[in-house]
């Protein structure tokens, strides 16, 4: 085993990798558990990501088929229910950690110079995990999925200026049709991922470089 690590070491150099990244004591005052949250942050996401292509597996996204997919998710697919459920549990529990994760930035003063652009790239990841509940929530594709996207992408309409396009960009339409749930699905299992993977490598990266902040 070691023989090949070293093997595989010499022509990728991973430990050097994850000395140079990772390998770094934590400063005391970060040792507050107040501290885990956007790392709790991120293993939520990492839960997301997971249980999320398995339901990928089987869900369809079509209005004829997407309910009843569900339905043979939760019924007939062997841990169906268990993982539709961990992805139902886990996006509620990503939103309430990224607040609280940013109420902990917020409250060490940890947003000050230089991190201010930290802050901002998180105030994105904010608006990306927002996004990907709302575009979820449509895709079960039942009567409250449906009203619920209906009055969300109503609202849209209210932006001044831009309003009504905005909300016919987002439905692909003047009304909450299959084209709707074809672009939500799309944003969720695609273009929400990788936008996400952006930010919180530009995240994780600011982190690293300018360190964890001080104490207050
Ligand atoms: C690569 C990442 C992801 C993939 C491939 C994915 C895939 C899916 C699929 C296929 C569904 C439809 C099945 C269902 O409704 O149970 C779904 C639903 C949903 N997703 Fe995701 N997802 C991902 C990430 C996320 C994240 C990060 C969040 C939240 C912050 C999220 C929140 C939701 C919600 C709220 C639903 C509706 C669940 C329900 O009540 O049934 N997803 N997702
Ligand atoms: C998906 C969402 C997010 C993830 C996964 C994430 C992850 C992390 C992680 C792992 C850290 C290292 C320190 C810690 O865990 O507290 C961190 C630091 C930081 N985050 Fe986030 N974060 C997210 C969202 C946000 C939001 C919404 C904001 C603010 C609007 C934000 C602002 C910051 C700042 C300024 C730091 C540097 C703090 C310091 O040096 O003490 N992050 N983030």
């Not at 990492?46 to 997407?66: C, D, M, N, S």
Request: net charge positive.
């Amino acid at each position: 085993m070691s023989r090949l690590s070293n093997w595989l070491d010499g022509r990728f150099p991973y430990s050097r990798m994850y000395r140079d990244f990772a390998a770094h004591p934590v400063p005391p005052h970060a040792r507050n558990p107040i501290y885990c949250l956007g790392g709790l942050t991120f293993l939520t996401f990492g839960i997301q990501v997971i249980t999320g292509v398995f339901l990928a597996f089987y869900y369809q996204p079509t209005p004829e088929r997407a309910y009843g997919s569900i339905e043979f998710i939760m019924t007939q697919v062997r841990f169906g229910a268990f993982v539709r459920s961990v992805h139902h549990y886990a996006a509620n529990l990503m939103v309430i950690l990224v607040v609280l994760h940013m109420l902990r930035v917020f409250y060490t003063g940890s947003f000050k110079k230089p991190r201010e652009l930290n802050w901002v790239a998180g105030s994105f990841l904010l608006l990306i995990t927002l996004a990907f509940g709302f575009t979820g929530y449509l895709l079960p594709w039942d009567q409250v999925a449906y009203w619920a996207s209906t009055v969300g992408t109503e609202i849209m309409r209210g932006t001044p200026l831009v309003g009504k396009l905005l909300m016919v960009l987002t439905r692909g339409g003047l009304k909450v049709t299959e084209h709707t749930l074809g672009r939500f699905f799309a944003l969720h299992i695609l273009v929400l991922p990788l936008v996400a993977l952006i930010f919180l490598a530009a995240h994780f990266i600011m982190v690293r470089v300018q360190g964890i902040a001080d104490e207050l």
